[in-house]
């Protein structure tokens, strides 16, 4: 099984920047999509940035300019270069990968998630 796991999050002011890791490990057999979602409570899950299996990366609107997304070539690794934060970005932001698996079904794996607070 695939594993996620986070790191990055914080408590920072408007206009400051964070940088959010997700690793990946565990068995598989090829990664596709490295997603990263943020959620509030009482909200819908939203997704802030993909990135496919062939490499095309999707912003939010809320975000776009704002934040890169990245990852290195076994896509086990991922990030979201977050800048000029807001006090709207706050959310626990949570990565999340699709693939093949070794017995060669789909899979889908969730990181645990971080917070996010952008208070003055």
């Known amino acids: 099984q695939v594993h996620l796991v986070e790191s990055g999050g914080g408590l920072v002011q408007p206009g400051d920047s964070l940088n959010l890791s997700c690793q990946a490990s565990?068995?598989?057999?090829?990664?596709?999509?490295t997603d990263w979602y943020r959620h509030t409570p009482g909200k819908q899950r939203e997704l802030v940035a993909t990135?496919?299996?062939?490499?095309?990366?999707t912003y939010d609107y809320s975000v776009k300019g704002r934040f890169t997304i990245s990852r290195d070539e076994t896509r086990t690794s991922i990030h979201l270069q977050m800048d000029n934060l807001k006090s709207e970005d706050t959310a626990v932001y949570y990565c999340r990968y699709d693939g093949i698996a070794n017995d060669r079904r789909g899979f889908e794996a969730w990181g645990q998630g971080t917070q996010v607070t952008v208070s003055s």
């Open positions: 990135m496919s299996g062939r490499g095309d990366i």
């Open positions: 565990g068995s598989f057999f090829r990664l596709y999509s």
